[in-house]
Protein backbone atom coordinates (compact mmCIF):
# COMPACT_ATOMS: atom_id res chain seq x y z
CA UNK A 1 0.00 0.00 0.00
CA UNK A 2 0.82 3.54 -0.94
CA UNK A 3 2.13 5.46 2.58
CA UNK A 4 0.18 8.43 1.34
CA UNK A 5 -3.22 6.46 1.52
CA UNK A 6 -2.16 5.60 4.77
CA UNK A 7 -1.43 8.65 6.17
CA UNK A 8 -4.58 9.96 4.32
CA UNK A 9 -6.88 6.96 6.06
CA UNK A 10 -5.59 7.63 9.45
CA UNK A 11 -5.52 11.32 11.71
CA UNK A 12 -1.74 9.80 13.03
CA UNK A 13 0.54 7.60 11.58
CA UNK A 14 3.49 6.21 13.51
CA UNK A 15 6.89 4.88 11.42
CA UNK A 16 10.00 4.20 13.04
CA UNK A 17 13.41 4.60 10.67
CA UNK A 18 16.22 0.90 10.97
CA UNK A 19 19.22 1.45 8.95
CA UNK A 20 21.57 -1.37 7.18
CA UNK A 21 24.36 -2.60 9.49
CA UNK A 22 27.84 -2.27 8.05
CA UNK A 23 28.64 -4.85 4.91
CA UNK A 24 30.83 -7.12 6.79
CA UNK A 25 27.93 -7.15 9.60
CA UNK A 26 25.31 -9.86 9.77
CA UNK A 27 21.94 -8.80 9.67
CA UNK A 28 20.71 -10.87 12.80
CA UNK A 29 20.62 -7.46 15.13
CA UNK A 30 18.40 -5.41 12.78
CA UNK A 31 16.09 -8.17 12.24
CA UNK A 32 15.74 -8.86 16.08
CA UNK A 33 15.21 -5.23 16.42
CA UNK A 34 12.54 -4.97 13.32
CA UNK A 35 10.46 -7.95 14.98
CA UNK A 36 10.44 -5.91 18.07
CA UNK A 37 9.42 -2.37 16.51
CA UNK A 38 6.77 -4.47 14.30
CA UNK A 39 5.12 -5.51 18.03
CA UNK A 40 4.24 -1.60 18.11
CA UNK A 41 2.32 -2.31 15.32
CA UNK A 42 3.67 1.06 12.90
CA UNK A 43 2.27 2.17 10.04
CA UNK A 44 5.57 2.00 8.15
CA UNK A 45 9.46 1.51 8.84
CA UNK A 46 11.88 3.01 6.51
CA UNK A 47 15.27 1.78 5.79
CA UNK A 48 18.26 4.08 5.24
CA UNK A 49 20.23 3.96 2.32
CA UNK A 50 24.14 4.10 2.70
CA UNK A 51 25.71 7.04 1.34
CA UNK A 52 26.85 6.48 -2.06
CA UNK A 53 24.51 3.60 -2.28
CA UNK A 54 26.94 1.70 0.00
CA UNK A 55 24.39 -0.41 1.00
CA UNK A 56 21.75 -0.73 -1.70
CA UNK A 57 21.50 -4.57 -1.82
CA UNK A 58 21.36 -4.36 2.50
CA UNK A 59 18.59 -1.84 1.95
CA UNK A 60 15.96 -3.92 -0.43
CA UNK A 61 16.61 -6.90 1.68
CA UNK A 62 15.71 -5.37 4.65
CA UNK A 63 12.91 -3.58 3.49
CA UNK A 64 11.40 -6.69 1.39
CA UNK A 65 11.77 -8.56 5.34
CA UNK A 66 9.64 -5.93 6.76
CA UNK A 67 7.16 -5.82 3.94
CA UNK A 68 6.73 -9.94 2.94
CA UNK A 69 7.90 -11.71 6.25
CA UNK A 70 5.98 -8.89 9.20
CA UNK A 71 3.41 -7.51 6.70
CA UNK A 72 4.35 -4.01 7.56
CA UNK A 73 4.91 -1.51 4.77
CA UNK A 74 8.69 -0.59 4.15
CA UNK A 75 9.83 2.66 2.83
CA UNK A 76 12.94 2.33 0.75
CA UNK A 77 15.73 5.65 0.65
CA UNK A 78 17.44 5.80 -2.13
CA UNK A 79 20.22 8.39 -2.91
CA UNK A 80 21.01 9.55 -6.59
CA UNK A 81 24.06 12.33 -5.70
CA UNK A 82 26.97 9.68 -7.09
CA UNK A 83 24.66 7.27 -9.40
CA UNK A 84 23.85 6.65 -12.92
CA UNK A 85 20.79 6.28 -14.72
CA UNK A 86 21.21 2.47 -15.34
CA UNK A 87 22.21 2.11 -11.56
CA UNK A 88 18.75 3.93 -10.39
CA UNK A 89 17.21 1.59 -13.22
CA UNK A 90 18.21 -1.27 -11.89
CA UNK A 91 17.30 -0.49 -8.09
CA UNK A 92 14.12 0.22 -8.94
CA UNK A 93 13.72 -2.95 -11.00
CA UNK A 94 14.58 -4.93 -8.26
CA UNK A 95 12.45 -2.99 -5.54
CA UNK A 96 9.57 -3.55 -7.52
CA UNK A 97 10.61 -7.39 -7.77
CA UNK A 98 10.63 -7.18 -4.40
CA UNK A 99 6.80 -5.83 -3.40
CA UNK A 100 8.41 -2.48 -2.36
CA UNK A 101 6.14 0.42 -3.19
CA UNK A 102 7.63 3.24 -1.43
CA UNK A 103 10.38 5.46 -1.56
CA UNK A 104 12.06 8.32 0.26
CA UNK A 105 14.19 9.91 -2.54
CA UNK A 106 17.04 11.60 -1.61
CA UNK A 107 19.87 13.63 -3.41
CA UNK A 108 22.59 12.04 -0.73
CA UNK A 109 25.06 14.05 0.62
CA UNK A 110 28.22 14.66 -1.40
CA UNK A 111 31.16 12.35 -0.68
CA UNK A 112 34.66 14.29 -0.54
CA UNK A 113 36.63 14.88 -3.45
CA UNK A 114 32.98 14.69 -5.23
CA UNK A 115 31.32 17.48 -6.89
CA UNK A 116 27.49 17.43 -7.41
CA UNK A 117 28.15 18.64 -11.14
CA UNK A 118 29.79 15.71 -11.79
CA UNK A 119 26.89 13.87 -11.82
CA UNK A 120 25.13 15.39 -15.02
CA UNK A 121 22.02 13.11 -14.41
CA UNK A 122 20.75 13.79 -10.90
CA UNK A 123 22.11 16.75 -9.15
CA UNK A 124 19.45 17.51 -6.85
CA UNK A 125 16.61 15.29 -5.18
CA UNK A 126 14.42 16.47 -7.23
CA UNK A 127 15.83 15.06 -10.46
CA UNK A 128 15.46 11.69 -8.60
CA UNK A 129 11.83 12.27 -7.68
CA UNK A 130 10.83 13.47 -11.04
CA UNK A 131 12.44 10.11 -12.98
CA UNK A 132 10.57 7.76 -10.08
CA UNK A 133 7.39 9.52 -10.59
CA UNK A 134 7.24 9.51 -14.71
CA UNK A 135 7.14 5.47 -13.54
CA UNK A 136 3.57 5.97 -11.69
CA UNK A 137 4.47 2.55 -9.72
CA UNK A 138 6.18 4.15 -6.33
CA UNK A 139 4.57 6.43 -3.84
CA UNK A 140 7.33 8.97 -3.51
CA UNK A 141 8.67 11.13 -0.21
CA UNK A 142 11.44 13.52 0.30
CA UNK A 143 13.25 14.78 2.98
CA UNK A 144 12.12 18.54 4.42
CA UNK A 145 13.98 20.46 7.13
CA UNK A 146 11.99 22.86 9.82
CA UNK A 147 15.88 24.37 10.25
CA UNK A 148 16.60 24.63 6.92
CA UNK A 149 19.51 22.21 4.99
CA UNK A 150 23.03 22.65 6.23
CA UNK A 151 23.80 23.69 2.53
CA UNK A 152 21.40 26.24 1.98
CA UNK A 153 21.79 29.99 2.86
CA UNK A 154 17.83 30.51 3.76
CA UNK A 155 15.22 28.51 5.17
CA UNK A 156 13.11 30.71 2.73
CA UNK A 157 15.76 29.43 -0.58
CA UNK A 158 15.79 25.85 1.02
CA UNK A 159 11.60 26.00 0.80
CA UNK A 160 11.24 27.32 -2.71
CA UNK A 161 13.40 24.02 -3.22
CA UNK A 162 11.28 21.96 -1.33
CA UNK A 163 8.19 23.34 -3.56
CA UNK A 164 10.32 22.06 -6.55
CA UNK A 165 10.65 18.19 -4.86
CA UNK A 166 6.66 18.32 -4.32
CA UNK A 167 5.97 20.12 -7.93
CA UNK A 168 8.27 17.00 -9.40
CA UNK A 169 5.97 14.05 -7.58
CA UNK A 170 6.91 14.03 -3.97
CA UNK A 171 3.40 12.87 -2.17
CA UNK A 172 4.74 12.75 1.49
CA UNK A 173 7.27 14.55 3.10
CA UNK A 174 9.41 13.22 6.35
CA UNK A 175 11.39 15.90 8.08
CA UNK A 176 15.19 15.89 9.43
CA UNK A 177 14.98 15.33 13.28
CA UNK A 178 14.07 18.87 15.59
CA UNK A 179 14.11 18.86 19.42
CA UNK A 180 12.15 22.19 19.72
CA UNK A 181 8.71 21.84 18.35
CA UNK A 182 8.27 25.66 17.85
CA UNK A 183 11.01 25.32 14.78
CA UNK A 184 8.08 22.50 13.84
CA UNK A 185 5.47 25.25 14.03
CA UNK A 186 7.12 28.11 12.32
CA UNK A 187 7.90 25.97 9.11
CA UNK A 188 4.64 24.16 8.56
CA UNK A 189 3.17 27.97 8.32
CA UNK A 190 5.88 28.66 5.93
CA UNK A 191 4.68 25.40 3.86
CA UNK A 192 1.75 26.76 3.77
CA UNK A 193 2.59 30.35 2.47
CA UNK A 194 4.43 28.13 -0.19
CA UNK A 195 1.37 26.14 -1.27
CA UNK A 196 2.96 23.14 -0.24
CA UNK A 197 -0.03 20.55 1.28
CA UNK A 198 1.51 17.17 1.29
CA UNK A 199 1.19 15.68 4.50
CA UNK A 200 4.62 16.33 7.07
CA UNK A 201 5.76 13.32 9.27
CA UNK A 202 7.78 14.78 11.65
CA UNK A 203 11.24 13.21 12.97
CA UNK A 204 11.99 12.30 16.36
CA UNK A 205 15.12 11.06 17.80
CA UNK A 206 15.42 10.33 21.25
CA UNK A 207 19.20 10.77 21.67
CA UNK A 208 19.71 8.82 25.02
CA UNK A 209 23.82 9.94 24.61
CA UNK A 210 25.64 13.24 25.01
CA UNK A 211 28.51 12.81 22.03
CA UNK A 212 25.88 11.42 19.42
CA UNK A 213 23.40 14.24 20.16
CA UNK A 214 26.37 16.94 20.17
CA UNK A 215 27.58 15.35 16.94
CA UNK A 216 23.72 15.36 15.74
CA UNK A 217 23.63 19.00 16.69
CA UNK A 218 26.44 19.93 14.55
CA UNK A 219 25.48 17.28 11.57
CA UNK A 220 21.81 18.14 11.44
CA UNK A 221 21.90 22.19 12.43
CA UNK A 222 19.24 21.78 14.69
CA UNK A 223 19.11 23.14 17.62
CA UNK A 224 19.31 22.13 21.08
CA UNK A 225 17.24 23.93 23.95
CA UNK A 226 18.46 24.58 26.93
CA UNK A 227 15.85 22.20 28.46
CA UNK A 228 17.66 18.91 26.83
CA UNK A 229 20.95 20.87 27.47
CA UNK A 230 20.05 20.88 31.11
CA UNK A 231 19.28 16.91 30.98
CA UNK A 232 21.85 16.15 29.62
CA UNK A 233 24.12 17.86 32.03
CA UNK A 234 22.69 16.55 34.88
CA UNK A 235 22.44 13.09 33.75
CA UNK A 236 25.65 12.18 31.83
CA UNK A 237 27.20 10.46 34.43
CA UNK A 238 24.05 8.33 35.15
CA UNK A 239 23.08 6.09 32.12
CA UNK A 240 19.78 4.55 32.93
CA UNK A 241 18.51 8.22 34.48
CA UNK A 242 19.77 9.83 30.88
CA UNK A 243 17.14 7.29 29.28
CA UNK A 244 14.26 7.70 31.50
CA UNK A 245 14.99 11.68 31.15
CA UNK A 246 15.48 11.63 27.49
CA UNK A 247 12.18 9.51 27.08
CA UNK A 248 10.25 11.58 29.25
CA UNK A 249 11.64 14.64 26.73
CA UNK A 250 10.59 12.80 24.02
CA UNK A 251 7.41 11.63 25.10
CA UNK A 252 6.43 15.17 25.76
CA UNK A 253 7.54 16.43 22.44
CA UNK A 254 5.64 14.22 20.99
CA UNK A 255 2.60 14.54 22.77
CA UNK A 256 2.74 18.30 21.51
CA UNK A 257 2.83 17.75 17.91
CA UNK A 258 0.16 15.31 18.59
CA UNK A 259 -2.13 17.84 20.38
CA UNK A 260 -0.91 20.22 17.64
CA UNK A 261 -2.45 17.93 14.58
CA UNK A 262 0.85 16.48 13.08
CA UNK A 263 0.11 13.98 10.23
CA UNK A 264 3.12 11.56 11.33
CA UNK A 265 5.26 10.72 14.08
CA UNK A 266 9.12 9.14 12.39
CA UNK A 267 10.92 7.85 15.34
CA UNK A 268 15.06 7.32 14.50
CA UNK A 269 15.34 4.31 16.28
CA UNK A 270 18.70 3.86 15.73
CA UNK A 271 18.42 0.26 15.46
CA UNK A 272 17.37 -0.09 19.10
CA UNK A 273 13.72 -1.05 20.02
CA UNK A 274 13.83 -0.66 23.64
CA UNK A 275 13.66 3.42 23.66
CA UNK A 276 10.75 3.34 21.05
CA UNK A 277 8.96 0.65 23.22
CA UNK A 278 9.03 2.92 26.54
CA UNK A 279 7.84 5.89 24.25
CA UNK A 280 4.89 3.67 22.36
CA UNK A 281 3.71 2.56 25.55
CA UNK A 282 3.30 6.56 27.07
CA UNK A 283 1.74 7.48 24.48
CA UNK A 284 -0.60 4.51 24.29
CA UNK A 285 -4.18 6.14 24.71
CA UNK A 286 -3.24 9.02 23.21
CA UNK A 287 -2.52 6.97 19.81
CA UNK A 288 -5.78 5.01 20.28
CA UNK A 289 -8.23 7.99 21.01
CA UNK A 290 -6.42 10.05 18.47
CA UNK A 291 -7.77 7.29 15.75
CA UNK A 292 -10.40 5.88 16.77
P1 LIG B 1 17.97 18.04 -2.06
O1 LIG B 1 16.54 18.20 -1.83
O2 LIG B 1 18.45 17.85 -3.45
O3 LIG B 1 18.70 19.34 -1.44
C1 LIG B 1 20.10 19.38 -1.25
C2 LIG B 1 20.54 20.83 -1.17
O4 LIG B 1 20.44 21.41 -2.46
C3 LIG B 1 19.69 21.69 -0.23
O5 LIG B 1 20.53 22.63 0.39
C4 LIG B 1 18.72 22.38 -1.20
O6 LIG B 1 18.24 23.63 -0.69
C5 LIG B 1 19.60 22.56 -2.42
N1 LIG B 1 18.83 22.60 -3.66
C6 LIG B 1 17.82 21.78 -4.01
N2 LIG B 1 17.34 22.11 -5.23
C7 LIG B 1 18.09 23.15 -5.66
C8 LIG B 1 18.09 23.94 -6.85
N3 LIG B 1 17.19 23.73 -7.83
N4 LIG B 1 19.01 24.96 -6.95
C9 LIG B 1 19.91 25.19 -5.95
N5 LIG B 1 19.94 24.47 -4.79
C10 LIG B 1 19.04 23.46 -4.66
N6 LIG B 1 21.20 10.35 3.46
C11 LIG B 1 21.66 9.14 3.03
O7 LIG B 1 22.78 9.06 2.50
N7 LIG B 1 20.91 8.01 3.15
C12 LIG B 1 19.67 8.03 3.72
O8 LIG B 1 19.02 7.00 3.82
C13 LIG B 1 19.15 9.29 4.19
N8 LIG B 1 17.92 9.37 4.74
C14 LIG B 1 17.41 10.59 5.13
C15 LIG B 1 16.12 10.67 5.66
C16 LIG B 1 15.58 11.88 6.05
C17 LIG B 1 14.16 11.94 6.60
C18 LIG B 1 16.36 13.07 5.93
C19 LIG B 1 15.79 14.40 6.38
C20 LIG B 1 17.65 13.01 5.41
C21 LIG B 1 18.19 11.78 5.00
N9 LIG B 1 19.49 11.67 4.46
C22 LIG B 1 19.96 10.45 4.03
C23 LIG B 1 20.35 12.85 4.38
C24 LIG B 1 20.25 13.55 3.01
O9 LIG B 1 20.71 12.68 2.00
C25 LIG B 1 21.12 14.81 3.08
O10 LIG B 1 20.55 15.76 3.94
C26 LIG B 1 21.48 15.42 1.72
O11 LIG B 1 22.55 16.35 1.93
C27 LIG B 1 20.33 16.17 1.04
O12 LIG B 1 19.44 15.30 0.48
P2 LIG B 1 18.02 15.88 -0.07
O13 LIG B 1 17.33 14.77 -0.72
O14 LIG B 1 17.33 16.65 0.97
O15 LIG B 1 18.60 16.88 -1.22
Given at each position: ?36 L ?77 K???N ?17 K ?12 T ?10 H ?25 F ?9 N ?8 P ?5 I ?23 E ?21 I ?34
Amino acid sequence: MFIKDIISSKKLSISFEVFPPKNDMPLDGVYKTIGELAELNPDFISVTYGAGGSSKGRTIEIASTIKNKYGIEAVAHLTCATSTKEEINNILSELKDNGIENILALRGDIPDGFKISDNLNYKYAKDLIGEISERKKFSISAAAYPEGHTECSSLEDDIRHLKEKVDCGAEVLITQLFFDNNKFYEFKEKLYKHNINVPVITGIMPVVNRNIIERIGVLSGAFIPQKLKNIIDKYENSPEALVDAVIAYSTEQISDLIVNGVDGVHIYAMNKSAVAKRIMKNIKEIRKAINS
